[in-house]
């Protein structure tokens, strides 16, 4: 049978706050989801005359958006 050790070594985050913080990163990755949802919603309502303009292709427009983190 496997055993669980839970003693930390150099450590002192019980599991309760790496829980915690695990969710709250979780949350801050939906709500920035979501936000980017609305942006990439928003260009791919633009014609392609505007995001000519922008100097986008509506095939670049998640690339856009997800830029920051995106490396390609």
Known sequence: MASIDY???GT???I???IGAAI??????????RSRAGEISRLQSM???ELARMGLKR???ARHVFRD???I
């Open 7 to 9: 003693a930390h070594s």
């Open 12 to 14: 002192h985050t019980s």
């Open 16 to 18: 309760f706050a790496r």
């Open 24 to 33: 709250a990163r979780a949350a801050t990755n939906y709500v920035e989801a």
């Open 47 to 49: 014609s392609d005359a």
């Open 59 to 61: 095939d670049d427009i």
């Open 69 to 71: 983190i995106l490396y």
